[in-house]
């Protein structure tokens, strides 16, 4: 008689959230360039059994486009993220230009994917405790958060509300993700 086995390997499905301005800033203020292909495989490996279902990065830019920013959301497309870009607010001449959108545009997607049981894990990439509120509710739902950025832009706040075995260092992985 022949006996017929089937081996079933689970495979976590993971989805990566991008807060761009806040890794770019981020990365700026220790003199680093990410290389984004290796940085998606570095959050996707950070653990066996896992599996990229999407990575999506979300950024800003201003009224008058800048070809060199332009070429970078071009190329991150072109590497296979899904790439959402919302315009900055200005407020008058000489004043700073701010970010709206961006965060509550990550969130909602995080929430609604979540939702959608479309993924398990959800690697959220920022220091930013505005995040908080967010990262609790898909908890609620039964999903696996980690976070993942630099030491000195991560708001513990974050960090104690994923716990440390789901904290995942840039500082530690820089050699493996920086732009050669």
């Keep these: ?16 959230f991008v807060d761009g301005s806040n890794l770019f800033h981020s990365c700026e203020e220790i003199g680093k360039r990410i290389d984004y292909d290796l940085l998606r495989n570095a959050l ?24 060199k920013q332009e070429a970078f959301h071009r190329r991150l497309r072109y590497m296979g993220w899904e790439v959402k870009i919302y315009p900055l607010r200005e407020f008058g001449a000489g004043m700073r230009s701010k970010e709206k959108e961006v965060d509550i545009s990550l ?4 929430l609604l994917y979540g939702h959608k049981n479309l993924y398990d894990v959800a690697v959220l990439v920022t220091g930013d405790k505005d995040y908080r509120p967010a990262i609790k509710a898909v908890k609620e739902m039964g999903k696996w958060v980690e976070v993942a950025g630099f030491k000195h832009a991560m708001a513990d706040e974050l960090v104690l509300e994923v716990g440390t075995a789901n904290y995942v260092c840039l500082d530690e992985l820089i050699d493996q993700i920086k732009r050669k």
């Design 1 to 16: 008689m022949l006996a017929i086995t089937h081996v079933v390997i689970i495979m976590d499905r993971v989805m990566i």
């Design 44 to 67: 996707t490996k950070a653990k066996d059994d896992r599996r990229l279902i999407r990575a999506h990065f979300y950024g800003s830019e201003p009224g008058v486009k800048n070809p």
């Design 107 to 110: 969130a909602t997607d995080m």
